[in-house]
């Protein structure tokens, strides 16, 4: 009995071996390490930096959703755009939080994601969210963020 169960798995095994799919990007991009938010401390005032976010998400083509300076958070998508696969869909989630730093100054943190709905003909509204990885998005963020601020950033 314990014979043919290993033959029958064996079976299966190498009929899977040979098919084409895409399980295994899947279970890498699950179980991969996530992508952290990144922070930067800036000299200015919640306010100033929550403006200064504003401004950096809009040169980088990102659309206001929520958030607010008394929040301490913004939130922003990018625009649509057509995903991989046929009749799929994209989009680029930012996240950022302001919080007074300690040593003075605010500390934005900034996370972005990917969502991706993969048959939007189909089933409409269903989509997953994932975090952006490998990404310049960061870097340019927070290059846009210190430029309209005029003030230096440090990496925290």
Do not use: W
């Not at 079976?11 to 399980?23: E, H, I, R, V, W």
């Not at 992508?35 to 005032?45: L, V």
């Not at 900034?110 to 994932?130: C, H, K, N, R």
Request: contains cysteine; glycine residues 8%.
């Amino acid at each position: 009995m314990k014979i043919s169960t290993a033959i029958l798995l064996c079976s299966f095994a190498a009929l899977l071996a040979g098919c084409d799919s895409d399980f295994g990007d899947h279970v890498h991009s699950v179980l991969a390490p996530r992508e952290k938010p990144r922070t930067r401390i800036f000299q200015a005032d919640p306010r100033a930096a929550y403006e200064a976010a504003r401004s950096a998400a809009d040169q980088m083509g990102y659309r206001y959703v929520r958030g607010g300076p008394a929040e301490g958070r913004l939130e922003e998508l990018s625009a649509i755009s057509a995903g991989d696969e046929p009749g799929s869909s994209r989009q680029i989630s930012m996240s950022v939080h302001l919080d007074p730093a300690d040593e003075g100054g605010t500390a934005v943190t900034v996370a972005f994601g990917e969502i991706l709905e993969t048959d939007s003909a189909s089933v409409p509204g269903f989509a997953t969210q994932t975090p952006l990885r490998g990404t310049p998005q960061y870097e340019v963020f927070f290059r846009d963020l210190q430029n309209a601020l005029q003030a230096p950033a440090k990496e925290q």
